[in-house]
């Protein structure tokens, strides 16, 4: 009853669009109360294909405006409040960013107070708030078992948007035709969305096949290479600029220069033989630069984007220490262009809407995921553990790459599988802090870790120790320098 007449009731007084949205918030809520782990896997393995299953119908109710994909980061945003104020677990314990990254999402909210239009810094809030409550919840209940269950759900998530993608590239479609390129969007609303979920799945998959201790390295393979075509059929440059960085990167970190000098080979060849659209999409960037050219161009997407930029870098200054308020950006876009726009830059999207306080705060976010990054694997640089580090290195560097050109920032159907690896990431760091091999911080003086867990991570650190390089011994256990204790908030 407490269900369907609800349901009932929406479906008369407000059609299928309301009955459906109030379906995804109960069945949603319902499964995350009788399972959180259960409902978290799902969540993961379903947000790729938001877009997908909602179809983009829209909702209207009073000032709201949102699609039935809309409801999933509002769901995991209210869940997020569930989970720690209603059940009380401690976002702090264990976790490197709650710290920056709550006061960064803080800063954001409380600037909805003097934003100049509620609805999109409602929305934006939201959108940052979404990745981050998943990562917290996903860290609370993580154990070796649920590292395993997380990246299967990851993998399987991208089903879907894989097949349905070179179903979109083989007949030619497309979420829009820009500038003579029908850019393939799969279930993602833009290619730009697609293009950085391709870019994470490249970083994952890459490094688990460089990993010796992976099997099925053939079906490894081809799944590379399916995600690299798609890829490329996004036509989004600065994600195939972030995949090359992750290729590289990997390739070099696992002594596989082999592995540089083929891809570079098969590289050229294919751009002499088939990559004339490839040229084309990369020189059309040029062009805004030519002597002749008009710097503003609107019509091109370098000439728009600088005119944007130059206008965030010019009113930053009206208020320069706490911005204009979440959401403003795009309302300048308004002004600009007579239609709502995000800047395409994170950086300055963030000191235009919180200003100087919002950059610092970001920057510290940042260092902190780096930071995380790096505390395990600048001791090794092989073994299970560290090639979900290195994972997370590349999304990482590829976060702050897609930020400088891209709204990355509030794709987070996109930015919710980075957070996911964090997760793990962290799950390593504290056992292998734990085992005595990296120096433990502060906020994870409480963690729980199953000794048994403990002893098999020392165990797995120890066979693949690197020696020192002046005397040829093992670096002794606890030895690694850096930052000390409470260092990551």
């Not at 590292?147 to 399987?156: D, E, F, L, M, N």
């Not at 990296?438 to 048994?452: H, K, L, P, T």
């Amino acid at each position: 009853m407490l269900i369907t007449v609800p349901m009932a009731l929406a479906l008369a007084f407000g059609g299928p669009q309301h009955m459906a949205a109030l379906a995804i918030v109960v069945v949603g809520g319902g499964l995350f109360l009788a399972n959180p782990r259960a409902f978290i896997l799902a969540f993961l393995a379903l947000i790729a294909m938001r877009n997908f299953i909602a179809g983009g119908d829209r909702i209207a109710i009073g000032g709201f405006d949102f699609d039935l994909g809309g409801l999933v980061n509002v769901l995991a945003t209210g869940i997020g409040f569930v989970y720690f104020l209603v059940l009380w677990k401690n976002p702090f314990r264990g976790r490197s960013l709650t710290m920056p990254y709550g006061a960064f999402l803080a800063l954001f909210a409380i600037s909805i107070a003097w934003a100049t239009e509620d609805r999109w810094s409602t929305r934006f809030v939201t959108r940052l708030a979404a990745p981050f409550f998943t990562y917290l919840i996903i860290s609370d209940m993580l154990d070796r078992r649920m590292v395993k269950q997380v990246i299967t759900a990851i993998y399987a998530s991208s089903a879907v948007p894989i097949v349905y993608g070179f179903y979109q590239w083989a007949t030619g479609q497309g979420n829009e035709v820009t500038e003579g390129y029908v850019r393939v969007n799969s279930s993602f609303f833009h290619p730009a969305h697609f293009s950085m979920y391709l870019t994470f799945l490249f970083c994952l998959a890459y490094a688990e096949f460089l990993d010796e201790a992976k099997s099925n390295r053939g079906l490894r393979l081809l799944y590379i290479g399916a995600v690299v075509a798609l890829e490329i059929s996004t036509y989004t440059r600065i994600s195939w600029a972030a995949m090359f960085l992750c290729w590289v990167y990997l390739s070099w970190i696992y002594k596989k220069r082999n592995y540089l000098l083929a891809g570079f080979a098969i590289g050229a060849f294919g751009l002499v033989a088939f990559g004339s659209g490839i040229l084309a999409r990369l020189t059309d960037a040029t062009a805004v630069f030519e002597a002749n050219a008009e710097l503003y161009d609107l019509n091109t997407s370098v000439g728009w984007r600088l005119y944007f930029w130059d206008e965030l870098t010019r009113r930053f200054w009206e208020t320069p220490w706490l911005g204009h308020g979440a959401g403003s950006s795009v309302m300048l876009g308004v002004e600009l262009f007579g239609q709502e726009a995000a800047p395409h830059n994170g950086y300055l999207r963030v000191a235009y809407e919180t200003g100087a306080a919002g950059v610092v705060l970001f920057a510290w976010v940042l260092g902190t995921m780096m930071w995380q990054g790096f505390r395990l694997i600048r001791r090794q640089r092989a073994g299970a553990l560290t090639v979900v580090s290195h994972v997370y290195v590349t999304m990482t560097l590829t976060y702050v790459l897609l930020n400088a050109t891209d709204n990355i920032l509030e794709y987070y159907e996109v930015a919710i599988y980075q957070w996911a690896i964090l997760s793990l990431v962290e799950f390593n760091n504290v056992r292998a802090a734990r085992a005595g091999f990296i120096e433990q911080s502060r906020f994870e003086e409480g963690v729980e870790v199953d000794e048994a867990e403990v002893a098999e991570v020392a165990a797995e650190l120890q066979s693949s120790e690197p020696e020192d390089e002046d005397e040829g011994k093992p670096v002794p256990r606890g030895a690694a320098g850096g930052r000390r204790a409470g260092s990551g908030g």
